[in-house]
């Protein structure tokens, strides 16, 4: 069993950063695809930027590539969303996913597949 605990999320003026937090617990940072998606209103969740644990296989959607960094502490089984140069078109909740699998599987996961999920944490960009 897996848990996943979302922090970081809040209110940011368009062109700010934000940094969210997932802290795993459980059996969630050895051969699991782990990562961010995110459901914006009205709209189907959606990956965001995935990984591997240990390190390999991350993939971004194309809208946050070269804006979002997602990175993990191993020694605090922690991953992180990086956010920079937010738009209002990014307010939505973000959820931790973590789903076990294979490396090279991870860049094909999509939300339907995704075994474990966080409570998500809300992001509202203002322009």
């Known amino acids: 069993q897996v848990q996943l605990v979302e922090s970081g999320g809040g209110s940011v003026q368009g062109g700010g950063s934000l940094r969210l937090s997932c802290a795993a617990s459980g059996d969630a940072f050895s051969g699991y695809c782990i990562g961010w998606f995110r459901q914006r209103p009205g709209a189907e969740r959606e990956k965001v930027a995935i990984?591997?644990?240990?390190?390999?296989?991350?993939d971004y959607a194309d809208s946050v590539k070269g804006r979002f960094t997602i990175s993990q502490d191993n020694a605090k089984n922690t991953i992180y969303l990086d956010m920079s140069d937010v738009t209002p078109e990014d307010t939505a909740i973000y959820y931790c996913?973590?789903?076990?699998?294979?490396?090279?599987?991870?860049?094909?996961?999509?939300?339907?597949?995704?075994?474990?999920w966080g409570q998500g944490t809300q992001v509202t960009v203002s322009s």
């Open positions: 990984t591997f644990t240990g390190g390999s296989s991350t």
């Open positions: 996913a973590a789903h076990r699998s294979r490396a090279w599987m991870c860049q094909t996961l999509d939300a339907s597949e995704i075994s474990y």
